[in-house]
């Protein structure tokens, strides 16, 4: 899977990165999960509201700290489709900030 890590776009590493947070299994493969934010990071800029509030929600769910850079990313994408986002993705995306910003 590592190896083809590039062929995903970020629909598909939000869809694997939140079926893990969903999944409830752990330890989760360290590996696989820096792979997914390396790609979401090249991808960010194709990511809906809805593909940035599971992302931001499996990133708190995991407690896995995204890089300042992804973050960073993540929060600007945000921003810029505020008025996409419906009342499930505002309260996702509004929990996992402050889930995040807290650790």
């Known amino acids: 899977m590592l190896k083809n890590m590039t062929r995903y776009g970020a629909r598909e590493c939000?869809?694997?990165?939140h079926s893990i947070a969903k999944s409830?299994?752990?330890?989760?493969?360290?590996?696989?999960?820096r792979e997914l934010q390396r790609q979401i990071d090249i991808e960010a800029a194709a990511l809906t509201s809805q593909g940035l509030a599971n992302t931001?929600?499996?990133?708190?769910?995991?407690?896995?700290?995204p890089s300042s850079v992804l973050l960073d990313l993540l929060t600007r994408r945000?921003?810029?489709?505020a008025n996409d986002f419906n009342a499930q993705d505002v309260?996702?995306?509004l929990w996992a900030l402050a889930t995040l910003r807290s650790k």
């Open 14 to 17: 939000t869809n694997i990165l």
């Open 78 to 81: 945000t921003c810029a489709l």
């Open 91 to 93: 309260s996702n995306t």
């Open 24 to 33: 409830g299994r752990s330890p989760y493969d360290p590996s696989l999960l």
């Open 56 to 65: 931001l929600w499996s990133h708190a769910h995991l407690s896995l700290r």
